[in-house]
């Protein structure tokens, strides 16, 4: 068991938080900027582009979002390894 005073992560590289702040800020400031998308044309399978425009960022956004998961995931377990790394075998129970 743990005492109160051992961390249970390392210190944060800024890095990762960085770059999933960006993708998630373009994930939500892109869609929301309606003067680039509030034309009719160019029309796909007879739809405007208003439409199929908003429709493609869904998967785009998925992705930003998934890659942004990945990033702090992987960050977070690097930093608790890092913690584990520097206990002794004795500390632990």
Known sequence: MSSPDVPTRGPARSGPYVITGIL??????????????????PRLAGM???YWYQMMWIPITSGL????????????????????GLTSPEEEP
């Open 48 to 50: 405007p582009f208003f």
């Open 65 to 84: 979002v998934g890659i942004s998961f990945w990033l702090v995931s992987k960050e977070d377990r690097r930093r608790r390894e890092s913690v584990r």
């Open 24 to 41: 998630l800020a373009i994930a939500i400031v892109v869609p929301l900027f309606v003067p680039a998308y509030s034309h009719d044309e």
